[in-house]
């Protein structure tokens, strides 16, 4: 922390021909100084204080952490047509940082690879149709986004995921889920889904999405398997890879 513009403690210099001076000149000293200490301890606190004021009468509150770096109980909610839980906007907007986040253009990756699955090939993936690019485009309203699916040749196991640098509660496949999930890790997860306007709201055993969103960063990996059952924890390592990629600066 810079302490331009503090002055260092200073003493009243006074004669030394009298030993009740030198002691009047020690007590000044011991005084001054203290008070040198106690204002630099009134700035560190200022700053590490929640609501106190920092340099140049700069709040603290209300800057964003960087990306991956919040409070799992922050910017957690899914507003889809079929219900969810409202997050604490308050709270998911005002945790410290000292670094600002990345702006809304900024590139957002995904990785090579998520639960051991490698991307299909473009003409094979479904999140890359002009439509649901189109659909994608909307959801992001101006911002980076990007989508992906992995998974196996055959279709029988599948990672559909998006990333955006804003809010995605509620769109693409954040319409799936039918309540607002459990948490698993910094994350939230839920079986509970309805894929289509019209079907059954029930829990499938061969799907999970988890989800993490604020409005800095979004993400969310849709876990569908032929096979067998998915689980909560499955899905939340695989949206821990995409969001450790996504949140990279």
Excluded at 47 to 64: E, N, Q, R, S, Y
Excluded at 182 to 211: F, L, M, S
Aim: proline fraction near 8%; hydrophobic fraction near 40%; include cysteine.
């Amino acid at each position: 922390m810079s302490t331009a513009g503090l002055s260092p403690p200073t003493a009243n210099v006074l004669p030394r021909s009298s030993g009740s001076g030198r002691h009047r000149g020690r007590q000044q000293l011991a005084v001054t100084a203290a008070a040198g200490a106690i204002g630099l301890a009134g700035i560190i606190a200022a700053l590490l204080i929640p609501g106190g004021k920092g340099l140049a009468g700069i709040g603290l509150d209300g800057v964003d952490l960087p990306f991956g770096m919040a409070s799992p109980d922050a910017r957690q909610r899914v507003a889809g047509p079929f219900g969810g839980t409202p997050r604490d906007a308050a709270e998911e907007e005002s945790i410290l940082a000292m670094v600002p986040p990345a702006p809304p253009s900024a590139p957002v990756f995904l990785p090579e690879e998520v639960a051991g699955l490698s991307r299909l090939p473009l003409a094979d993936d479904p999140t890359l149709t002009p439509d649901w690019r189109k659909q994608a485009a909307e959801a992001a309203a101006g911002a980076t986004i990007t989508v992906r699916t992995y998974g196996t040749a055959d279709g029988r196991e599948t990672v559909r995921t998006a990333a955006a640098r804003t809010d995605l509660a509620g769109k693409l496949h954040l319409t799936w889920p039918a309540d607002g999930g459990t948490r698993v890790g910094d994350n939230r997860c839920t079986q509970y889904v309805r894929p289509a306007p019209g079907a059954e709201v029930k829990v499938r055993d061969g799907v999970v999405i988890c989800w993490r969103i604020s409005s800095r960063l979004s993400a969310y990996a849709l876990l569908i398997s032929t096979e067998g059952a998915v689980t909560l924890p499955e899905g939340s390592a695989a949206l821990d890879q995409i969001w450790d990629t996504a949140s990279a600066r």
